[in-house]
């Protein structure tokens, strides 16, 4: 159990050493990269883990039966869902992220300026929470071929690429006076993120056990313009930050969930629109 567990929570590993290193910069770093990564874990929870979860004991069920594809067909499946429920996700976090803290967090104690740097964090965690999604997902192609010590390795090597970038740049950063230092944390978290999935995913491939099946071009054609539809409309429905905190506490609640809802009905609904039908995305 424990490389299972080491492997597969190597993100959160880099999270507690971002807060870490963030006790060596300017007072409220660490509560902002908490607060932030308290937003990020719910989309990573509710979708990802759930799906990893989910298809473990099938992809052990194939392997057992030595069927390579049905195996590969499960993975395929699987990272197409992470993508296409995760990447609004993403782009909801980078340009929404400001009207996002001010409703959650922005009263009493908790500040404009708390509420403009744990924004900045959120934004820098959003495409590193995509790629802690493909992580969930892509390690029980591992577990379930008995292969513990592969996603461990792959993430001590992320996990090192993340020190090596904190000491590297953000501690430098942050001694010549840049303002906002706990976002490049939050930023080498992410790209070490993007290295494990990378190194999982040609893991896999290299092992013969997962092939991209047929229709991930358009899939991934549709998925870009109905995000970027969706962030535009976000960006504008959003507005000034002034408003926000200006708003009480049911104002803000009330705008937010409006906003989050209309959003998420419009990348459906372009979804829709550009051909994705429930038979490109279900599981045979």
Not at 16 to 26: E, Y
Not at 102 to 124: C, K, N, P, W
Not at 198 to 227: D, E, F, H, K, T
Request: with cysteine; aromatic share 10%; charged share 10%.
């Amino acid at each position: 159990m424990l490389p299972g567990i080491v492997g597969s929570s190597i993100a959160q590993i880099s999270l507690l050493l971002d807060s870490f290193i963030a006790s060596f910069l300017v007072n409220g770093s660490i509560a902002w990269l908490y607060f932030a990564d308290r937003l990020m874990e719910f989309p990573l929870g509710v979708f990802s883990i759930a799906l990893a979860t989910v298809i473990l004991p099938g992809l052990s069920a194939h392997h057992a039966k030595a069927s390579k594809e049905q195996f590969s067909a499960t993975l395929d499946w699987a990272l197409r869902v992470t993508l296409l429920l995760t990447t609004p996700a993403a782009v909801g976090m980078l340009v929404f992220a400001g009207p996002i803290t001010a409703t959650i967090f922005g009263r009493g104690e908790f500040s404009a300026h708390d509420v403009q740097m744990t924004s900045y964090a959120l934004m820098t965690y959003s495409f590193g929470m995509l790629f802690m999604s493909l992580v969930k997902v892509l390690a029980p192609g591992f577990f379930a071929r008995q292969d513990t010590r592969t996603p461990v390795r792959v993430g001590m090597i992320a996990l090192g690429l993340n020190v090596g970038l904190n000491l590297a740049i953000v501690l430098p950063a942050a001694h010549a006076g840049f303002p906002a230092p706990h976002a490049l944390l939050a930023v080498s978290t992410s790209l070490s993120a993007a290295v494990n999935t990378w190194l999982l995913l040609r893991g896999l491939r290299r092992a013969g056990v997962y092939s991209p099946a047929a229709g991930w071009g358009a899939l991934m054609g549709r998925i870009v313009v109905a995000n970027a539809v969706m962030g535009g409309a976000l960006l504008w429905m959003g507005g000034d930050m002034d408003s926000w905190m200006a708003a009480g506490s049911a104002a803000r609640v009330g705008r937010c969930a409006l906003c989050i809802g209309a959003a998420a009905g419009l990348y459906f609904a372009v979804l829709y629109a550009l051909g994705l039908r429930y038979r490109h995305v279900a599981h045979s």
